[in-house]
């Protein structure tokens, strides 16, 4: 542990030149006296590493030392395909590992190469969760994905909607972040089905190892998985009218279904009318949850069928008209 900790303080000098006690100590996780002593040991080991007293003061190596111990070790470089998501590595465990990966290869580069992967990292920056939302933050998250990276069986006992709880034997094959929410992929019954890591209420490992089947694509899978899910969550068309405005609040309202259905709508030859509301078949979902996403257009969408839909969206208005006074 220390020799893995003295390496990181090495690498943190060589990439970024003088940094204080303090600075060190809070990279390392660890107290300003224990950075004390690794530099005494790094410099016992014929590291040519000296300190600057005084207040800008701090360590730094002789210039133009650099080390050659950057190998990455095997969870190291697993962790670099999360480089651009660094809370999705923490989530997963990987927040440290994925830290140290990252020194070795800035160690590694040359200056000018290093000077520009610095530049790129301070210009550009990829936030997954869409707005007003996190990533989740799940207890069993890391225990699902060590089951996957090692290929190890699980006993899950998960909350299926209605709610109602189910135990599962699980192979793990992957793991998908989608908008700040994680699911596992996973053979269950010798068919591939998808699981909100969230709903896991509890997991054991069951310490049997399983075979990955070599064919298994998780991004092909989830392509697929994704499309047919969406077809059954809104597997309820409506014929709507759509104000020139809600025409523009589509994508933002009603997501990228409705977006597809807008550009379907026109390039089928569709025309606003002489107010410029344009008529469309909309997929919305099944029950209450439809009425909400209508609603959200307010005085700018008007049902026009199924007739049930239009009854249920005009008593939701009435309600509304009542309670607002």
């Known amino acids: 542990m220390r020799a893995g900790r003295l390496l990181t303080a090495l690498l943190l000098l060589q990439n970024r030149g003088r940094m204080t006690a303090e600075e060190l100590a809070a990279e390392l996780e660890v107290s300003v006296r ?6 005494e040991a790094l410099s016992a080991s014929g590291v040519p590493v ?12 002789v210039a133009g030392y650099r080390t050659r111990l950057t190998g990455l070790t095997e969870e190291e470089a697993q962790s670099l395909s999360l480089a651009g998501l660094p809370s999705a590595a923490a989530e997963l465990g990987l927040g440290t590992v994925l830290a140290a990966a990252q020194l070795k290869l800035s160690a590694a580069l040359p200056p000018e190469l290093r000077g520009r992967a610095g530049r790129i990292a301070e210009r550009f920056h990829l936030d997954v969760p869409g707005w007003h939302r996190g990533i989740e933050s799940l207890p069993v998250l890391s225990a699902v994905a060590d089951a996957v990276w090692s290929a190890r069986r699980i006993r899950v006992r998960y909350e299926r909607w209605g709610p109602r ?11 998908v972040l989608k908008a700040g929410n994680w699911y596992v992929v996973a053979r269950s019954a010798g068919a591939e089905r998808t699981y909100r890591v969230s709903r896991i209420r509890e997991l054991t490992d069951l310490g049997e190892q399983f075979e990955r089947p070599a064919e298994f694509d998780l991004a092909g899978y989830w392509q697929e998985w994704s499309a047919q899910f969406e077809r059954r969550m809104y ?5 709507v009218r759509l104000s020139p405005r809600a025409q523009a609040l589509v994508p933002f309202y009603a997501g990228s279904v409705g977006a597809r259905a807008l550009q379907a709508a026109l390039d089928g030859g569709a025309e606003p009318d002489g107010e410029g509301w344009l008529t469309i078949r909309l997929p919305v979902e099944p029950g209450e949850p439809a009425i909400g996403e209508l609603l959200r257009f307010g005085p700018h969408l008007e049902v026009l069928e199924p007739a049930d839909l239009r009854a249920e969206v005009a008593a939701a208005i009435e309600e509304m008209g009542r309670i607002h006074g």
């Open 235 to 239: 597997s309820r068309p409506a014929t």
């Open 50 to 61: 000296y300190a600057d007293r005084g207040r800008n003061g701090g360590y730094q190596l």
């Open 34 to 39: 224990t950075v004390y002593r690794d530099i």
């Open 165 to 175: 709880e189910v135990e599962r034997t699980l192979e793990p094959l992957g793991l």
